[in-house]
């Protein structure tokens, strides 16, 4: 606990400490691989949630629709998956680099460029973001863990720390996934020829 506490009181060092980590570890070679095992593995739990999260809307639609039933534990599980999905793709995003920018430029830009821009991007704002919510998120877990917090509604669904946590799960996995990227770059970069 005091660790986190130290860490949200010095947020400027912890993101400066983890850009250097992040910098460092990527020089050690081939440590892209584990790392995209990892990032792949999280996008298939996201395509098991997704697919799960589908059945159940299709469940839900047809139990209320056709037999006026339903449930407030069923409605608060979709949104718990569709968190899931979102969250746990986002690395595999990153590592397909099919993140949102603006194309029609960057499509046009040169390969060192290209690369320049991906290596400043992941540097000072995909490193420093995900540190920032894994440290903000754990209190935010801790407290939700403590205080057993469940769901408002009656019927709904208890444990939300569950799902509260998958924002941590998931940006570890976003930084993580941006030391590959970072290992990637420098291979890129160094191996490219021409322009």
Known sequence: MDIINYLNDHL?????AAIVIAFVLSLIPKIDY???KLTNFFMIISVIALISLTLLVSYDVIARKLFHGGSIALQELEWHLFD????FAIA????KDKHVRVDIFYDKFPF???KTINLITILFFVIPLSVLIIVEAIPFVQMSYAQHESSGDPGGLCCRWIIKSAMIWAFAVVY???IAELRK???QLKHHKGE
């Not at 400027?12 to 400066?16: A, H, P, Y």
């Not at 595999?92 to 590592?95: A, H, I, K, Q, V």
């Open 84 to 87: 899931i999905v979102f969250l």
């Open 112 to 114: 060192k460029l290209k």
């Open 185 to 187: 770059i420098y291979y």
């Open 176 to 178: 993580l996934q941006s």
């Open 92 to 95: 595999y995003t990153l590592s």
């Open 34 to 36: 584990p790392i995209e």
């Open 12 to 16: 400027d060092l912890t993101i400066l």
